[in-house]
């Protein structure tokens, strides 16, 4: 597993790390998503492919979040 750490706008409350994370971990080959609003980012595990790679970054976008 590869842990990353993406630096994340628009994430203003608890809700919003409850959306991010429950939407993440429905992908195969993440884990452990751990957001963080006040930092304005989100800590995870993946499998290390460009595709999950690629699913993590559309899935953020999606719920209305920049990277």
Not at 4 to 24: A, D, Q, R, T, Y
């Amino acid at each position: 597993m590869t842990k990353i750490i993406l630096k994340i706008e628009g994430m203003h409350c608890k809700s919003c790390e409850i959306i991010l994370k429950e939407e993440l971990e429905e992908i195969s080959g993440v884990e452990n998503v751990m957001p963080n609003n006040e930092k304005d980012e989100i800590e995870l595990n993946f499998d290390g492919t460009d595709h999950t790679l690629n699913l993590i970054k559309k899935t953020i976008q999606n719920e209305g979040y920049t990277l």
